[in-house]
């Protein structure tokens, strides 16, 4: 398109050269004259002449150049029309990629909503689960406390009795000591004899 605009423009140039090099001939030629005094008639002529000229450049200018303006007109035209398609095409892919992006956005929104409402779902799970089982150990460790405590009293208490017995028995041996003479020592064996005797 853009050779035939070329094309068109050096042609109109070169019609415009030779239309200004017809008048500016015209012109030197009717200046041409003496300066003396011319009749009507001749400037009659001389006015048809020029009038008759300026048709006939005018004619040849309006053939030769409104062909070509038309086609460069025309041709723009298509072009405009063609680019003006094109900038539609493009506009409406433009708007249908648009909304592609856009409902793939609004999906996408709607899916982490959905992801988020879930993770926050499971992680109430998982801390009623955590709660669930601190509840069920601390009960757990509550009982062996209790039962370790029980069994720590217990073991105490033997210990007690133990040292008890243990102390008990050293005061009454002590005590035996303190209190028993040969003279009791005589008398329990006379007496354990004498029951042994009976038996038998």
Avoid: W
């Avoid at 298509?78 to 648009?98: H, S, V």
């Amino acid at each position: 398109m853009n050779v035939k605009m070329d094309r068109m423009n050096k042609k109109l140039a070169s019609i415009v050269a030779g239309i200004l090099l017809v008048g500016v001939s015209t012109a030197a030629l009717a200046s041409s004259g003496e300066g003396h005094h011319v009749d009507s008639g001749v400037l009659l002529k001389d006015f048809l002449y020029r009038c008759f000229n300026f048709a006939v450049t005018f004619g040849l200018l309006a053939y030769f150049i409104s062909k070509p303006i038309r086609n460069g007109l025309a041709g723009r035209r298509e072009g405009i029309e063609r680019a003006l398609a094109e900038a539609k095409g493009a506009q409406e892919q433009a708007e249908a990629k648009f909304a592609e992006y856009d409902d793939k956005l609004t999906k996408a929104a709607a899916e982490i909503d959905d992801i988020y409402a879930a993770i926050k779902r499971e992680g109430e799970v998982e801390r009623e689960k955590i709660l669930a089982n601190a509840r069920e150990m601390a009960l757990k460790i509550e009982d062996e406390a209790k039962k370790s405590a029980a069994l720590e009293i217990a073991n105490a208490r033997t210990q007690l009795q133990r040292e008890a017995s243990a102390m008990a028995i050293r005061l009454a041996e002590e005590l035996l000591k303190k209190n028993f003479t040969n003279q009791d020592q005589n008398r329990l064996v006379d007496e354990y004899m004498q029951k042994v005797g009976e038996l038998h």
